[in-house]
């Protein structure tokens, strides 16, 4: 590795701090996206949900007492971020890959991985907004124009801009679902504190947002290893993205 | 849904007609069917208890003076006497501050609650999320003459038509229209979430004044109207879902359709 990648991800603190985090054992089983397909497919899967969410959640010898208004507003916006965000993700990569492999055809792998990834992200949340009736983002067509935009005009930069566009947005994306995965780690200890079970669904998707960070800080990795850090000018490309990041979570918790 | 969004999905549907009760996805709700209660909509949970809209002696009073509204309509007196056939005394209709309009609020709640409560029992219609909808609105309808309300519905909505209780109205039809296609299985997640619901509520609302002057056996007059303007919601949906699909993916859109004509971006 060049000193200067060496460099690079030492600089990264946020960075290291996540994969600390991300490396602890997650205690359940990988998200089953094949199960919650099955929920949302046909009138003979509706039993089937009942059944194995009281089959789990029977195990428990105390069923979780109900979501407070605030927990419930929290999940709310949350995921409604995270669903805005993905799309976002699908779109820049979408815009991305056609100019970035016509000059870097061996970057084709890559970013087909990143964008297959990212369309599995996307699914997962539009599954999880339509069943637990989460509205969406009412800037939808805005973050639409907005994303493909930043995905090509970061591409036909180059591709150390497009790897700074994709460094920067991870960063923040990182750092917003970690915070997510640190406030549901919160109620799980209070709830643990009171002798009551996490339930079924909030492991879910507690697992669902450490596999899918992880994924993110994967990504995150592959662009500081392209070059993210040889963008001109880096400060600048990346402190725009991260501001305007910054911006689209505000907004899209609120409307 | 806030009024708030309401008046912004409304914007939406002004700015697009297109309210594409068309798109049908295979989804059904799944069992235990999460309902909404009167708290405001967000994050609805399966493995946790719901809460009841209303506490136990609120719930036995206003479920009694429901029972009074037939013969004194949506009233104080309503309530009072509904208080006392559930063994309170008559000042304890100070617990609801709203007065007859909490009398409004509990039946509208209660009659959505109820629409949950017969897709379980009778099962929905297979083939689409707009036979769904045509459905459930049918049912929800149909409560209005089986709860024995629909003749003084005009009262109710006299009521909800004030200034003090419109931002209250609103929101509860909101969550109606939220309810129905939940049920329904709609899974639309982009604009066309506004859209859909802001058309719905707004057909609703329609044929429940309607309903109000409906002289028909059953109120079946009134079925049809709402399935009639359902299907205009319909057919706008279609000749201008293009274009709002169109708007919508404008950046995209030429990006791609550049591309496709071989212009290499
Ligand atoms: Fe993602
Ligand atoms: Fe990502």
Redesign the interface.
């Known amino acids: 590795m060049p000193p200067s990648h060496q460099l690079a991800i030492l600089s990264r603190r946020s960075f290291h701090s996540h994969r600390l985090v991300s490396s602890r054992p997650v205690p359940l089983a990988k998200y089953d996206v094949n199960s919650l397909r099955r929920?949302?497919?046909?009138?003979a899967?509706?039993?089937q949900?009942?059944q194995n969410?009281l089959a789990?959640?029977g195990k428990s010898a105390l069923?979780?007492?109900?979501?407070s208004?605030e927990?419930?507003?929290f999940?709310?916006s949350a995921?409604r971020v995270n669903?805005a965000g993905e799309l976002a993700a699908v779109?820049i990569y979408s815009?991305q890959t056609?100019?970035i492999v016509?000059t870097h055809p061996h970057l084709l792998q890559l970013m087909k991985h990143m964008y297959d990834q990212e369309a599995g992200h996307y699914k997962t949340f539009?599954e999880i907004?339509?069943?637990?009736?989460?509205?969406?983002t009412?800037m939808?067509?805005l973050w639409?124009?907005a994303a493909?935009?930043l995905g090509?005009s970061t591409a036909?930069m180059g591709r150390e801009a497009a790897m700074a566009c994709t460094e920067a947005v991870e960063t923040e994306i990182g750092d917003h679902y970690n915070s997510q995965i640190r406030v549901l780690l919160d109620w799980a200890a209070d709830l643990e504190a009171k002798g009551e079970d996490f339930?079924?669904?909030m492991k879910e998707l507690l697992a669902t947002l450490r596999r899918i960070r992880d994924e993110e800080l994967e990504h995150l990795d592959h662009a500081v290893m392209n070059d993210a850090k040889e963008a001109k000018p880096y400060e600048l490309l990346t402190n725009v993205i991260r501001g305007g990041c910054r911006a689209a979570i505000w907004i899209s918790e609120r409307? | 849904m806030p009024p708030r969004l309401l008046r912004l999905s409304l914007h939406f549907l002004s700015a697009r007609p297109a309210a594409r009760l068309t798109r049908t996805t295979p989804h059904y709700p799944p069992r235990p069917i999460p309902t909404s209660t009167s708290s405001p909509r967000a994050y609805h949970a399966y493995d946790r208890p719901t809460p009841p809209p209303y506490p136990p002696t609120e719930t036995a009073i206003l479920t009694a003076a429901l029972g009074r509204v037939p013969a004194h309509g949506f009233s104080k007196t309503a309530l009072a006497l509904g208080a006392r056939d559930a063994g309170y005394l008559p000042v304890s209709t100070n617990l609801f501050p709203a007065g007859e309009m909490e009398l409004v609020k509990f039946w509208c709640t209660k009659a959505r609650l109820g629409l949950g409560g017969t897709v379980e029992k009778e099962g929905l219609p297979e083939g689409g999320v707009r036979g769904r909808v045509k459905e459930l609105v049918r049912r929800r309808l149909r409560m209005n003459v089986e709860g024995g309300v629909v003749g003084r519905w005009g009262e109710a909505i006299a009521l909800m038509a004030h200034p003090t209780y419109a931002p209250t109205a609103l929101a509860e039809l909101s969550r109606l229209a939220d309810e129905i296609l939940f049920l329904a299985g709609d899974a639309s997640l982009d604009s066309a979430w506004y859209a859909k619901r802001a058309a719905l509520a707004g057909v609703y609302a329609a044929a429940e004044t309607f309903q109000t002057q409906d002289t028909s056996p059953g109120c079946v007059d009134t079925e049809r109207f709402a399935r009639e303007r359902l299907g205009d919601v319909e057919s706008l949906g279609k000749a201008f879902g293009d274009v709002g699909e169109w708007v919508e993916f404008t950046v995209h859109g030429v990006l791609n359709g550049l591309r496709s004509k071989g212009v290499r971006l």
């Open positions: 929920v949302s497919s046909a009138a899967a509706q039993p949900y009942a969410v789990a959640g069923t979780p007492s109900p979501l208004d927990q419930k507003r999940l709310d995921l669903q779109l815009a056609p100019p016509r539009n907004l339509v069943k637990h009736r989460v509205r969406p009412v939808y067509p639409k124009a493909t935009t090509w036909v339930g079924p669904e409307v």
